[in-house]
C-alpha cells in the first residue's frame, strides 16, 4: 500500500501524517522531495535557488523523485507506505512546461509506479486567505492566493488524469473529522 | 556558433581543446557535466555514485545540461562557445532507456539548443585496446572495450538522427592533422 497525503501549504498535512504516525507504527513514512540522503541535498539546492534554470530545477525534483521510489516506495509498497508529497504534487507545481510533457516525465521518474491511495486535503480561497494571515509567508507562499489556488487545482487535475484511487477531504473539517475520513479511507 | 568536442575516453579531446585554447582566445570555453557551479556539484554527486537509482543518475544530467545551456550557452553562442561533450554524450551514455526517450528528454534539457558544430574523435577499436594499455583506467574505462566502442557508436547514431552539422575525425591521426581538421571545418 502506497498512500500520499497531499495539499497546498497550510492545508494540514503535518497533523494528519503526525496522527497516522501513531496509528501506523508499522509503517514507513517518508516524504518529497527529501526522502532520501541525495534527495535532501536535492531539495536543498533547489530551495536555496542554486538553479538558475526553471528546467534544472525540474530535473534536480525528478531526480529526488526517482531516487525516493526506487529506494524507499518500491522496497516497502508489499506492506504500507505513508508518503508526505508525491508524483501529484510534482507535476501540479511544474507549470513551466505543457501538462502532457510533465506527466511523462514523471511517469519516467516514478517507473509508474504511483500511489495506492491518494489523499488530499482541500482548501476554499477564504479558507486559505485565513490560515495565510496566521501564518509567516515561506518563498511558495508569497506568490499569493491565486498562484496556490491554481496549484490545488492542478493537484486535483493531476489525480483526476492519472485515475488515481483518491479521497478529497475538506481541510476545514476538525482535526478528528479528517484523521477518521483517512482512516477510513486506508482501511476500505 | 556553439562548437562542441565529443569522444570517448582516450580519443584525444582534452588535447585538441588546449590547441583551441591557445588560437581562440575570444572564445568561452565550457564542459558537460559540470560547466556550471551547480553542474559542478551534481557531477559530483554522480560521480560518486550518490544517486542509487540510475534514473535518478541521468536526471542529474539533465539538470546539469539544462543549467548549463542556459547559463552559459545561450547568453554566448551569438560569439563562440566551445565545449567539451554535449548532448551527444548524454544521449549515447543513458542506455538505460529506450533512445526516443532518451532524446525528447535530452532535447527538453537544451530547450532544443543544438551544437552548430560538431567534432567526433573516432577511435578503432583496435587504437582503442592500444590506448587504454597506456593509460591508468577510471570507472568508465573499466567497463571495457566493448562498452566504450558501443557508446562512440551510439554518439554517431545521435549526431545522424539529430542531424547536426558535424566531422568525425579519425583519432589516430597526429594531433596536428586533427587540428587543422578541426580548424578548416570551424572556419567552413
Redesign the interface.
Known sequence: MYVVIEGIDTAGKSTQLDILKEKHKEAVFTKEPGGT??GL?LRQ?ALNG????K???M??F???R??H???VVKPNKSSIVISDRSIISGIAYASN?PLE?VVS?NL??T?NVLPSHVVLLELTKEELIRRLGNKENDSIESRGIEYLIDIQDRMKKTVKMLNLNHRFIDASLSIEEIAKEIEEFINE
Open positions: 540522503q541525495i541535498k539546492m542554486e538553479a538558475k534554470s528546467i534544472a530545477e530535473f534536480l525528478l531526480a529526488d526517482a531516487e521510489i526506487e529506494e512546461l510533457v516525465l519516467i521518474a517507473d
